[in-house]
């Protein structure tokens, strides 16, 4: 028999956080135990959702958030995992959650340098079905005036654009557990949790999104909301000229293995503001902002409803929503056009 040519030289989650600090000879290593802590948020939660069926976590928690989601049992038990998991980091000085109400200020940890904005499930309406669902995520360095035990920070600090974010990234509780991260001006990364070990190996290095692909993502139930030049858009998707072949239909209603997808085949993904939700649906710090990133840096584009690149748009508010379309650069463009087309 052949043996197995086993790689004794993989590249953990720690081990390329430990390289990438080393590239920066100025770091404090601050940012890497903050990575530590969200790294065992991701675990703790993708271990709890596959046990959720034998361990009654499936269905409701009997509240509601404040964007106005029925809160999941996991929302609640998602949301209070990775809140310990910041607070215990000691690096994290403010948390936004969309399963909060209000900014949390760790008060605790008057000198920690970071901001980090979550989802800590999103696609909770899948959860009961056993359909993917993941964990988004922002890290924001907040400015030196914000810290320090005579400094008072403000709620207010965390209203940033997803341009001043220096990490951000996702996961997907899939076949198997993917962790998807970059860092500001960097390059996405992939990994794959490998259970026995307890590890994220890196498994897809330098993603780069495909520049074009005829697959479109869109919760078409919406149709009748949308506007004029939405319908149009996704007309010329499905009807295309005499010859060519109609874009394939995928959508999941999880928008991080929406987005996962995308990512690795190419594509668009889009939830626009409509006559039912004006403002759009999905968030703009803890939804929009770290995938536009995401999506930037491995080649696509990301814009609201208006065009606007979607890393630029500060929101007034913790929870204020954004029409997004994030995809493939050839994409992007058809929709950037199509709008213009109407204007
Ligand atoms: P969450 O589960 O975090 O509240 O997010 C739900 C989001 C997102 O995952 C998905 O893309 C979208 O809502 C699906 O919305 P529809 O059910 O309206 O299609
Ligand atoms: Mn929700
Ligand atoms: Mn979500
Ligand atoms: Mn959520």
């Not at 029925?70 to 038990?77: A, E, F, P, T």
């Not at 499930?121 to 005579?150: H, M, R």
């Amino acid at each position: 028999v052949q043996q197995e040519k086993v790689n004794t030289d993989i590249v953990t989650l720690t081990r390329f956080l430990t390289e990438e600090q080393a590239k920066h000879p100025e770091a404090t290593g601050d940012f890497t135990l903050l990575c530590h802590a969200l790294q065992f948020a991701f675990k703790s939660i993708a271990y709890y959702i596959r046990r959720a069926t034998l361990i009654n976590l499936t269905g409701l928690a009997g509240s509601s958030n404040t964007t106005g989601d029925d809160q999941k049992k996991l929302d609640v038990i998602g949301n209070d995992v990775f809140v310990s998991a910041m607070r215990g980091s000691g690096k994290c000085r403010i948390l936004v959650s969309e399963e909060e109400e209000d900014a949390i200020l760790f008060n605790e940890s008057p000198n920690a340098r970071y901001g980090v904005v979550c989802d800590p499930i999103d696609g909770s309406s899948n959860l009961d079905a056993g359909v993917s669902v993941g964990t988004i995520f922002g890290v924001f360095k907040l400015p030196g005036s914000v810290l320090g035990p005579e400094n008072t920070i403000s709620p207010n600090d965390i209203l940033l654009p997803g341009t001043e974010l220096v990490a951000s990234g996702f996961t997907m509780y899939g076949a198997s557990a993917q962790l998807v991260i970059t860092m500001r001006g960097g390059s996405v990364n992939g990994f794959t949790m490998d259970n026995a070990l307890g590890e994220f190996i890196l498994t897809h290095p330098d993603m780069r999104l495909p520049s074009k692909r005829a697959i479109y993502s869109v919760n078409e139930g919406n149709t009748m909301y949308w506007d004029e030049w939405v319908k149009a858009y996704l007309d010329k998707l499905k009807f295309p000229p005499e010859g060519e072949k109609p874009y394939s239909s995928r959508y999941i209603g999880s928008m991080v293995a929406d987005a996962y997808r995308t990512l690795l085949y190419g594509g668009i993904f889009a939830y626009p503001s409509d006559k039912k939700s004006p403002k759009g649906k999905l968030r703009i710090l803890y939804e929009c902002a770290p995938m536009a990133m995401v999506f930037e840096n491995a080649g696509g584009l990301a814009v609201d409803s208006r065009m606007e690149r979607l890393l630029s748009v500060v929101p007034a508010h913790i929870h204020d929503r954004s029409g997004v379309f994030l995809g493939s650069k050839d994409e992007v463009q058809k929709v950037i056009d199509t709008y213009n087309e109407f204007q």
